[in-house]
């Protein structure tokens, strides 16, 4: 069974930063794309970040372009994601998910808190 | 930027009912990259459809997507208890850019 297990959430500062990670078993990671979904508390779904098989190709949406990184690395099936200079407003459970249009797999999501 | 709009905000239904959610796009986009998501209390969302109207592997064929251009619907045929949650609809566009709808909460009546 497809299994996306998220770590690294955490407690951080306004300007901190922090480094999410997602480990992925059961399928073939470098075959798929990739993508970072995060939902404030009792708001929607917003599409944070994605990246390709081989980890060559990366997007980012506006409100955090600059600011966060992803990457994979695909000797150890985990997909990962940088973010530096954190906001008030990144707080929010952070998803990965499998997938390079629907995402077809998603994990159980870590909480990033960004508070003074 | 397409921007997907859902409607109703909240849907009241009882068990055994039918219920037709609407996910509007600003503009008309490739059916190709609609999805949409059911999400539980405490639980990640998970895909119910995609493509406008393909279910995910070990969706209940109660569920159904159609729906092409701007409109598109989700159909629950007969509601099961299980079925009261949160539901979203996405797009894809290859720039990339994915959209999510605000969602769709179905409320037992």
């Known amino acids: 069974e497809v299994q996306l297990v998220e770590s690294g959430g955490a407690l951080a500062q306004p300007g901190g930063s922090l480094r999410l990670s997602c480990a992925a078993s059961?399928?073939?990671?470098?075959?798929?794309?990739m993508g970072w979904v995060r939902q404030a508390p009792g708001k929607g779904l917003e599409w944070v970040s994605s990246v390709n098989g081989a980890g060559g190709r990366t997007h980012y949406a506006d409100s955090v372009k600059g600011r966060f990184t992803v990457s994979r690395d695909n000797s150890k099936n985990t997909l990962y994601l940088q973010m530096n200079n954190l906001r008030t407003d990144d707080t929010a459970i952070y998803y990965c998910a499998r997938g390079g249009g629907e995402f077809d797999y998603w994990g159980r999501g870590t909480l990033v808190v960004v508070s003074s | 930027e397409v921007v997907l709009t859902q409607s109703p905000g909240t849907l009241s239904l009882s068990p055994g009912e039918r219920a037709t959610l609407s996910c509007r796009a600003s503009?008309?986009?490739?059916?190709?990259?609609l999805a949409w998501y059911q999400q539980k209390p405490g639980q990640a969302p998970r895909l119910l459809i995609y493509g406008a109207s393909s279910r995910a592997t070990g969706i209940p064929d109660r569920f159904s997507g159609s729906g092409s251009g701007t409109d598109f619907t989700l159909t629950i045929s007969r509601l099961e208890p299980e079925d009261f949650a949160v539901y979203f609809c996405?797009?894809?566009?290859?720039?990339?850019?994915?959209?999510f709808g605000q969602g769709t909460k179905l409320e037992i009546k």
């Open positions: 059961s399928f073939t990671f470098q075959n798929f794309a």
């Open positions: 503009q008309s986009v490739s059916s190709t990259y």
């Open positions: 996405q797009h894809y566009s290859t720039s990339p850019m994915y959209t």
